[in-house]
């Protein structure tokens, strides 16, 4: 069996509650990741789903390692980060890399994208690569050369994306982490992103991490889904099998809110209501996070975690009483 | 046939910036019968917000109407006093923003702002329209009206939120409702309840509803009539299911053609539109979507082509529309041969 690019094992990120105006919440801590073990195989795509405060994001940096993870471990290409020395740290981080949500904000307005794109190279000591480099780059996301010398501010939200994944591909890496890549754009220039991010994947035998709360755009590209709520994975397996047999409660009715543009469809589909509201992260609820929400809980639901396995779909599902 | 809540004929905005001038909105017409769901879709810059706002009378500097008319009930609204707008605003028209937090005061009670709007406009007394406000949260579905009616806006959910703006927008029974991105904030599961509540006001006041969003999936579902903006212009007007079936015009087609879909089989490349819109400072000369239309010829180049009806009805911007059939059609462009 080939090595996985990333593994995450039993990741557990607390973050202590931020004081309230009238001192602090003593010591209340966030549960913003609690117990996620994932893996992406070379050239696999895999998406991270979940609405906010599900702890998508969170997943995604510690993966990076640009958060300390309060518990388990991140192997990239089979090396723990936490057991690695400083300098093969250094080089382990050049082969997963991320592009950001914000195509306006992720950009130094005060660089020239020959510099933006060439300053990951330039902080591995690889910086004088960069005149060969930087053309090449700007060729693979679709810019031209002649684009090198100008500023942030003169390209559109999507082109600015094109710069963010040239900038993440500059040190060759085995793995993007890609944060809600095409969520800041327009429709008509998600999918040229969408498209490119396909086609480099083929060209460069590149594997993904792609997180979103967008089940369409994760239908077009994912091979393999993680369904968050609450800081755990509820579901996980082919997406092929998870959009068309969802075994979770919950990624049923993320399924059937997505709203599709089909009138005929529309008007006669059936929506899951979700009932109350996400539960607090500094208290989740005991036994199943979901239980709160959802309409087939029981008492064992309250007092004893549904494990993430296999309960007949192919794929596992945390749940005591599954679709 | 009654005559329209609303109707916009040719109607221009402008912002004079220091670059020159933006022609954000280009000669809109359009109009929306009582108790109908007319949806305004475009991307960022097509003027579709813009467009709402000149019908609120809230176009910011240094924007202006330029042109054109807008009617209400056959009252025309450009030229009103502010004392006048600010009797129509909350009364006959109401608006609900995307960002709930925004548009209502974090420093008042919720059940508080809601009872204002109803004495600011109606005859109720303070008692009554306290009364009326926990009323109209029970109807936007917020459980324990009583409790959420004393809490401030921050005490809410995203969710909560909008559905309280709801219940303000409601208030006083107006005619028009206009809604602008009014999920786009909100994740998947809570937007298909506050759409639910949405339209559950909307009939419960019998208004008509102009729907204001760049997201095609919430117009298949809630609209009765569409329009597509591009570029400040109205580019496609017809039936939700006219439209999505067999959209007429190019960009309509690539735009439907782009959209990734919940149903798609693995791996399904999505056909692109090549290109960016143009820019609103110096649009082109005849169609804005000229530069990225897969059908253009030289005729398109020379001058903006009429929104003109086509047989079945509906209206349609395009000078080859007749030649042209109307399925959805993008250009599957490779990913590297996209050009700035």
């Given at each position: 069996m080939t090595t996985p690019v990333l593994e995450l094992d039993d990741i557990v990120m607390h973050f202590p509650a931020r004081a309230g105006a009238f001192g602090n919440r003593g010591d209340a801590v966030v549960h913003?990741?609690?117990g996620v073990s994932l893996a992406v195989q070379p050239n696999e795509t895999v998406a991270l789903v979940g609405e906010s405060g599900c702890g998508k994001s969170t997943t995604a940096r510690v993966a990076l390692r640009l958060l300390e993870p309060t518990a388990g471990t991140v192997r990239i290409d089979g090396q723990d980060l936490a057991q690695v020395s400083r300098r093969d740290l250094k080089q382990l981080r050049q082969r997963a890399q991320i592009v950001f949500q914000d195509p306006f904000a992720s950009?130094?307005?005060?660089?020239r994208v020959s510099s933006i794109v060439a300053e990951p190279l330039r902080a591995q000591g690889?910086?004088?690569e960069a005149r060969t480099r930087v053309p090449e780059l700007l060729g693979l996301v679709?810019?031209?050369?002649?684009?090198?010398?100008?500023?942030?501010?003169?390209?559109s939200g999507g082109q600015r994306q094109r710069i963010g994944i040239a900038r993440a591909l500059a040190l060759a890496p085995d793995l993007l982490v890609l944060?809600?890549?095409?969520?800041?754009?327009?429709v008509s220039i998600r999918a040229q992103v969408l498209n490119l991010l396909t086609g480099l994947q083929d060209q460069l035998s590149l594997a993904y991490l792609f997180i979103s709360h967008d089940l369409a755009v994760v239908r077009h590209i994912a091979n393999r889904v993680a369904v968050m709520y609450l800081g755990k994975i509820v579901e996980l397996g082919p997406a092929r099998d998870v959009y068309a047999g969802a075994g979770h409660p919950y990624t049923r009715a993320l399924l059937s809110a997505v709203p599709e543009p089909d009138p005929a469809r529309e008007r006669v589909r059936q929506r899951i209501v979700l009932r109350g509201d996400l539960p607090s992260a500094i208290d989740p609820p005991s036994g199943c996070r979901f239980r709160t929400r959802?309409?087939?809980?029981?008492d064992l639901c309250a007092q004893e975690e549904p494990a993430l396995?296999?309960?007949?779909?192919?794929h596992p599902v945390a749940c005591h009483f599954p679709e | 046939m009654s005559d329209p809540v609303l109707e916009l004929e040719e109607l221009a905005v402008e912002f004079s910036v220091d670059d020159g001038v933006v022609h954000?909105?280009?000669?809109v017409s359009v109009h929306v019968d009582p108790g109908e769901t007319l949806a305004i879709v475009g991307e960022s810059g097509s003027g579709k917000t813009v467009a709402a706002l000149a019908v609120m009378g809230?176009?910011?500097?240094?924007?202006?109407?330029?042109g054109g008319d807008v009617r209400l009930l056959g009252r025309?609204?450009?030229?009103?006093r502010e004392r006048e707008y600010r009797k129509l605003r909350g009364a006959d028209i109401a608006m609900i923003f995307q960002d709930p937090l925004s548009s209502?005061?974090?420093?008042?009670r919720v059940g508080d702002q809601i009872a204002e709007a109803l004495t600011v406009h109606g005859a109720l007394s303070k008692r009554a329209a306290r009364q009326r406000a926990t009323e109209l949260l029970d109807l936007v579905g917020i459980p324990q009206p009583e409790v959420r009616a004393?809490?401030?806006?921050?005490?809410?959910?995203g969710g909560m939120r909008q559905r309280a703006m709801i219940a303000m927008a409601i208030a006083n029974s107006p005619k028009l409702l206009i809604a602008d991105e009014?999920?786009?904030?909100?994740d998947v599961t809570v937007q298909a309840q506050v759409l639910e509540v949405l339209r559950a006001a909307q009939r419960e006041v019998d208004a008509a509803l102009l729907l204001i969003t760049h997201d095609l999936g919430i117009v298949a579902g809630t609209a009765d009539r569409v329009a597509v903006m591009y570029a400040g212009r109205i580019v496609e007007d017809a039936g939700v299911d006219e439209l999505f079936t067999t959209p007429r015009h190019p960009y309509t087609r690539a735009l439907l053609a782009s959209l990734p879909r919940v149903?798609?089989?693995?791996?399904e490349r999505l056909q692109v539109i090549p290109g960016v819109p143009p820019n609103p400072l110096a649009l082109p000369?005849?169609?804005?979507?000229a530069p990225r239309?897969?059908?253009?010829?030289?005729?398109?180049?020379?001058e903006v082509p009429a929104l003109r009806a086509i047989e079945d009805g509906r209206l349609v911007r395009c000078v080859r529309v007749e030649e042209l059939d109307g399925t959805p059609v993008g250009e599957d462009t490779p990913a590297v041969s996209w050009r700035a």
């Open positions: 913003a990741v609690d950009l130094d307005p005060r660089m690889q910086g004088s679709g810019l031209s050369a002649e684009h090198a010398g100008r500023y942030p501010h003169e390209f944060d809600e890549p095409v969520s800041a754009l327009d959802c309409w087939k809980a029981q396995v296999d309960r007949g779909h192919g | 954000a909105v280009n000669g809230l176009i910011p500097p240094p924007g202006r109407i330029v025309a609204l450009v030229g009103l209502l005061n974090p420093a008042f004393r809490y401030f806006p921050h005490q809410l959910s009014p999920t786009t904030a909100l149903d798609a089989r693995e791996g000369d005849g169609c804005a979507f239309c897969a059908f253009v010829v030289d005729a398109c180049r020379d």
